[in-house]
């Protein structure tokens, strides 16, 4: 599937992007004024929903387990910039071999609610397994909000960049919109929005408390409803 092999190639180079970042933190000298980070409470959707439930509707299962991918993605690599950064805001760039990649985070206040807005910008060449050299022109690859007690966040994955490689699109940008929120009840509430080229799709999934949850996914015009009861059941 082509969306999966960009988002594979997109993956490896933002393993490539953590770890240089992790890299450069350890090894430069902290920003003035520096305050405490907030770390965000992590969002496990896995953890809302049966185990039975990957055997009785393996469609729905597999697109919690996505989501979750997605989300963690961007929880992990969050705290990163911003204990790389100061509170008051701020960015720094990390070299290695012909990219240079460049980290931000700003504090950003989003319907009321006081959180962080950052990204991961690349600019320059990189080379996949040696064979691969993907051009960069100070592209923002990858960015989000995360409120500072982690129960809300949004972030685009930007992989039209990467696209180009494959001559499958002109390398416009294609985003994988992820947006998840938990209430004070505890239910999340995850919804996602992929535009690539002529394709899109959107879905939303809830979970609640109590086991119960439902997965309406809309592509092409095609929809799919499920929910399912606390033992993993599918009842509709």
């Known amino acids: 599937m082509r969306f999966s092999r960009i988002r594979t190639l997109g993956l ?18 902290s920003p003035q004024n520096k305050g405490q980070v907030e770390t965000p409470q992590k969002v496990d959707l ?8 990957q055997n009785n509707s393996p469609q729905a299962y597999q697109y919690v387990a996505s989501v979750q991918a997605e989300v963690s993605m961007g929880e992990d ?24 990649v ?18 991961v910008t690349y600019d320059g060449t990189f080379t996949v397994d040696d064979t691969t050299t993907i051009t960069f022109n100070n592209d923002k690859v990858f960015s989000g909000w995360t409120s500072n007690d982690g129960n809300s966040g949004n972030f685009d994955y930007n992989f039209g960049v990467f696209s180009q490689v494959y001559g499958e699109s002109s390398g416009s940008v294609n985003i994988y919109h992820v947006e998840w929120n938990t209430d004070s009840s505890g239910t999340i509430t995850v919804q996602t929005t992929l535009n690539y ?4 799709s959107e879905a939303t999934l809830i979970i609640n408390d109590d086991g119960s949850g439902s997965y309406t996914a809309t592509s092409n015009g095609d929809q799919t409803n499920l929910s399912w009861d606390a033992d993993g059941n599918v009842t509709s």
């Open 12 to 29: 490896v180079v933002l393993a490539f992007a953590a770890t240089a970042l992790i890299t450069s933190c350890s090894n430069s000298t």
């Open 77 to 100: 690599i969050y705290p990163q910039i911003q204990g790389g950064v100061s509170d008051h805001g701020g960015s720094f760039s990390s070299t290695y071999q012909g990219l240079t």
């Open 46 to 53: 896995t953890q809302k929903v049966p185990q039975n439930l």
């Open 197 to 200: 080229d002529q394709y899109s």
């Open 102 to 119: 460049t980290y931000s985070a700003t504090p950003q206040t989003q319907d009321g609610v006081a959180g962080t807005a950052w990204s």
